[in-house]
């Protein structure tokens, strides 16, 4: 199983990054999806996930109203669109997914069992 997310960079703040996170080897269509970040010399953290249909989605409070997770199921794939970036969100994305179907949204680390490889987000001017 390997999620491949891409999409990271270098953005002015304010501006937009949109992240993608495809998954091959294992159909997640029907499986829990979510976005971690690693900022600089700080441990992981919740970003935002989205249950297996699209339909239940929870974001961390200091992305809320700015980032945006959803799904393509046909196409295996997860997004993150992040809008008014700010020096803080500079960080490691890294996409994971749960290993269940039908499930609920997880906040936690603990309950994702595959990660992908991260992608660098750096906002600066």
């Known amino acids: 199983v390997q999620l491949q997310a891409s999409g990271g960079g270098l953005v002015q703040p304010g501006g937009s990054l949109k992240l993608s996170c495809a998954v091959s080897?294992?159909?997640?269509?029907?499986?829990?999806m979510g976005w971690f970040r690693r900022p600089p010399g700080k441990g992981r953290e919740f970003v935002a996930a989205?249950?297996?249909?699209?339909?239940?989605?929870s974001y961390v409070d200091s992305v809320k109203g700015r980032f945006t997770i959803s799904r393509d199921s046909p196409k295996n794939t997860v997004y993150l669109r992040m809008n008014s970036l700010k020096p803080e969100d500079t960080a490691v994305y890294y996409c994971?997914?749960?290993?269940?179907?039908?499930?609920?949204?997880?906040?936690?680390?603990?309950?994702?069992?595959?990660w992908g490889q991260g992608t660098q987000v750096t906002v600066s001017s």
């Open positions: 989205i249950n297996w249909n699209g339909g239940s989605t």
């Open positions: 080897g294992r159909n997640f269509g029907v499986s829990t």
């Open positions: 994971a997914g749960h290993q269940d179907y039908f499930g609920p949204v997880y906040n936690s680390a603990d309950d994702y069992d595959y």
